[in-house]
C-alpha cells in the first residue's frame, strides 16, 4: 500500500491481496468479514470469475454477502481486478 505498487500480475495474487486489504480494513472498522453484506467485484477479464471466486469463497462462509461482478473495460494503473465492500457494524 505504501508505494501503490500491485503485488503480482496474475488474477490469484491480486484477489488474494486485494480481499487481505479489505480484511484489514474491515477490521480496522470494528467488523469482521461475516459482517460484510455486499461485494462489488470489477474484472478486467469476466474469464477470470472462476479464480476470483474460489479466492473469495476462502474468506467468506454461508451465508455470502450479496455480490455483484461485472467485467470492465479497463482498471486504474491496469489492474486485474477490484473489489469494495459493505460492512454492517454488529449492534
Do not use: W
Not at 469482521?32 to 476470483?52: E, I, P, Q, R
Not at 461482478?69 to 449492534?91: D, N, Q, R
Amino acid at each position: 500500500p505504501a508505494t501503490g505498487a500491485f503485488s503480482g500480475t496474475t488474477i490469484e495474487v491480486q484477489a488474494k491481496t486485494v480481499f487481505e486489504n479489505l480484511k484489514a480494513i474491515v477490521e480496522a472498522g470494528g467488523c469482521d468479514m461475516k459482517d460484510v453484506v455486499k461485494c462489488t467485484v470489477l474484472l478486467a477479464d469476466m474469464g477470470d470469475f472462476g479464480k476470483v471466486n474460489e479466492i473469495y469463497a476462502t474468506y467468506f462462509s454461508t451465508p455470502y454477502p450479496g455480490r455483484a461482478a461485472f467485467a470492465v473495460k479497463a482498471l486504474p494503473m491496469g489492474a486485474l481486478v477490484e473489489i469494495e465492500c459493505i460492512a454492517a457494524v454488529p449492534s
